[in-house]
Each structure stands twice: as C-alpha cells, then as structure tokens.
C-alpha cells in the first residue's frame, strides 16, 4: 500500500491532479481518495500567506508478475485444482504429465488473460468516463465564464443605465428648479401689474416658495395657489339685505369724489324702499354752504324726510328722535384723508350719541394700493365696521382694493359697478373679485 499527496489551490484541482496521475500510470482503479484538506503556507520569506488544498490517496501495490518457473512450482496445485480423481503423473507417464502441465499452465494463463483484458476493459471505460467528465468540466467552465461575461455585461449595463437616470433626472431638478424661479419672477411681475401692494406680492412670493416645484411649474397652478391663498386670508362677513343685522343708523364716510350719496341712495333703495321701509337720510356737513341738493333729491322720489346737521345738537337731538323710521341713512362731507380734523370732531359726535352707528368706509377702486392705505389709516379714528367700495366699473385692476383687504383686514361689504340706481349694486363677493383679479 503507497499513499501519495497531491496539492492545488483550489479543492477540485488537488483531486484533477491525483485522477490525471493515476489514468497516466494506468492504476485508476488501485487509487483511492482518502481525503481532502486545506492548510496554510507562507511564501516570500513568510510575508505572503496562501491556502492550498491537499488531496491524499492511497495506492494498491501491484502484485509481481509470475513467470514459467514459478508457474511450475505451482503446478500441483493446478493437479489438486484439477476434477481429475487421480494425480496426473500417477495416470500417465512423465511425458503425458508434462503435457498436461504445459495445457493447464496455459488455461490459467488465459483464465488470467482474460481477467487482465476484462480489468484493461474496465479502466478503459473508467478512462472514458473520467474524458467525458473532464471534458463536460471543460463545458461547464465555459458555461460560467459566458455567464459571468454576461451578468458583467449586464452589471456594467444597469449601473449605466442607473446613472444615466440618475443624471436626467437631476438635470430634470435643475430644469424645474430654472422654470420655478422664472415663474416666481413671472408672478411677481403679473400681480405689480393688476397694482397688488408691494407687501402683499411679498407674502405671496413667500407662500409660493414653500410649494413643491412641480407646483411652481405651471403658471396656472401658481395662480390657483395664489388664489387660494388670497380666499383664506381676506376677511368676510355675512350680508343679508332681507334681514340686515348690523344696525338701522347706516353711516357713509370717505374721501371726496369716491360716490358716497349716490351709493347711500343705492343702499337704501335696496334695504328698504325695495321691502317697503320707512326711512329718513341726513347729510352732515358743516363746511358747505346750502343743502345737498342731490340727496334732497332723491329723498323727495323716495318721500322720505331729509335732514341737513350743521350743529353736534341738532345732531344728537335728531338722532334719538323717533319718527318711526326703521332705517336711517347719514351722508359725510367728503374730506380729504389729510384733513384730520373734521374726522376728529365727527368720531367725538359719535362717540357721545347712546346709539350704535353701522360705520362703512366708502372708498373708489380705481385709488392707488398707497392711497388706499392712507384713507384706511386716516380714517381709522371713525372706528367704522365695513368697506365698501365703488367704481370698479372704470377699471380692470383690483389689485390695489384686495391688497388694502388684506393688509388692514377689513371686510367687504357692498361694491358698485356704475352710476344707475339702484341697479349697478351687489353684495361683495370676495371670491369673484379675486378671480377677477387674477384673470
């Protein structure tokens, strides 16, 4: 018995080596694997560490081959092997006995001969198979490095494809991000030109900035946003002209030229001529020299009494008068927002009377969003309750209206549309204002 080592690095090349030794030395058939182990060597003077794997064999030693002489030293026992009753040199003479040593020599040589073809036979097919398997290794080593080829290919080809994404899709973003910043600039630009105050278009802008960019986008999305964040930030109040809750001493103050009486008439056609009211109107004013004559006027198509106040007692006496009139209706000399004084002396006139007054600021939307702020802030010591707000027939642009809306939040009450009484005037409608707005 012979055992043998053989080493590869890997575990199957160890056993390749032990297989191609023993089909070289035609002993496939007395070598036998006995195990397979793995150790650790060092190289280049023990700075490099590998691992090898060590195949060990074990090898039947061949028996010698026997020759003629020993064959007859063996010969009787062929003669005890042989069927025949009696020894063959007692049957026969020397030369008959020699004779059939010589045949029986001869059949077991060929009984050996043929177990030796039948063994060569044998290892041939072993041989053969061991090709094959060699030779589908071969195939299967190729399969795999096709394959590896391939998933390398492939590999190589989705993280192309992935940075390819990635790439577009951050030249998308700095795109968006280019589109958002031009429609920030569009917007800023489109709501200055429909005269929005300068504050309002800040915090618009802001509102905007904090949107997602595929808001930013689309220019009608931006003013869908806009819109809504206009409607959650205006004040609004309920009106009802069949049931007004908000007081029977209906008060008009304003600058001079923004339509006071004209509107004071409009209103009282709809509150209570329309449901058949009485009502009386008072004009106060203690600068002007003579009745207001178109006030009288339509007091007197009305046939409703009408009063001129010059004086703070005729004022209060008048006021708590009953006459039975359920509505009573009190124009203001319009004044300039400058003029500070004749505004003090009316707000100590109301201040003193023990009646509520229902206090509208009547102002033209045609006034510029500055302006406005100025009439808002000056007129401020009336404490009046609502706006109201004429012209908006003689422009396209209520940016500056909304925008004093907004900053000073005040609701809207009624507007008026043109001079016709006492058609061309509405309810505000905040909604349809902001729609027109942003048209």
């Not at 297989?19 to 023990?46: C, D, H, M």
Request: net charge neutral.
């Amino acid at each position: 018995m012979e055992y043998r080592n053989y080493e590869g690095r890997t575990r199957k090349e160890a056993i390749d080596r032990m297989f191609a030794e023993a089909i070289r030395e035609n002993r496939l058939n007395e070598t036998q694997l006995l195990r397979v182990t793995s150790k650790e060597v060092r190289r280049w003077f023990g700075l490099k560490k590998d691992v090898v794997w060590v195949a060990v064999a074990s090898i039947q030693t061949k028996a010698p081959r026997k020759t003629v002489a020993t064959c007859r030293d063996e010969m009787p026992l062929f003669s005890q092997a042989s069927s025949s009753p009696e020894p063959v040199m007692a049957a026969a003479s020397p030369k008959q006995a020699k004779n059939a040593v010589k045949e029986q020599a001869l059949q077991v040589i060929a009984e050996k001969s043929a177990t030796v073809m039948k063994n060569v036979s044998v290892s041939s097919a072993e041989s053969e198979l061991v090709s094959k398997v060699n030779k589908l290794e071969m195939e299967i080593s190729s399969l795999q490095n096709f394959i590896k080829q391939e998933l390398s290919c492939i590999r190589e080809g989705l993280v192309n494809h992935h940075l390819s994404e990635e790439y577009e899709k951050e030249n998308e973003i700095v795109r968006d991000a280019e589109i958002a910043k031009n429609h920030l600039l569009w917007i800023e630009d489109f709501l200055g030109e429909r005269d929005f105050d300068a504050k309002v278009i800040a915090d618009i802008l802001e509102y905007l900035k904090t949107l997602k960019t595929e808001v930013l986008i689309d220019k009608n999305q931006i003013l869908l946003e806009v819109k809504r964040f206009l409607l959650s930030h205006l004040k609004s109040q309920p009106i009802s002209l069949e049931n007004y809750p908000y007081g029977n001493n209906i008060l008009f103050v304003g600058p001079t030229g923004v339509g006071k009486t004209v509107t004071l008439v409009k209103l009282a056609a709809h509150l209570a001529a329309m449901r058949q009211k009485k009502m009386r109107f008072i004009s106060i004013d203690r600068y002007k020299v003579g009745a207001d004559p178109q006030l009288a006027k339509y007091a007197e198509i009305l046939r409703s009494p009408f009063y001129e106040i010059k004086t703070r007692e005729d004022f209060f006496k008048l006021i708590k008068q009953n006459d039975g009139s359920h509505f009573t209706f009190i124009d203001t000399a319009g004044k300039s927002p400058r003029d500070t004084i004749p505004l003090k002396e009316l707000s100590e006139w109301l201040s003193q009377c023990d009646v509520p007054f229902d206090i509208h600021l009547v102002v033209s939307a045609t006034t510029k969003p500055r302006d406005l702020a100025f009439v808002v802030e000056n007129y401020s010591c009336l404490n009046f309750r609502h706006v109201l707000a004429t012209k908006l027939d003689e422009t396209v642009c209520y940016g500056s209206l909304l925008s004093m809306l907004y900053r000073y939040q005040l609701p809207l009450s009624f507007i008026t549309n043109g001079q016709e009484v006492p058609q061309d005037f509405e309810i505000a409608n905040i909604e349809n204002l902001v729609n027109q707005a942003l048209k």
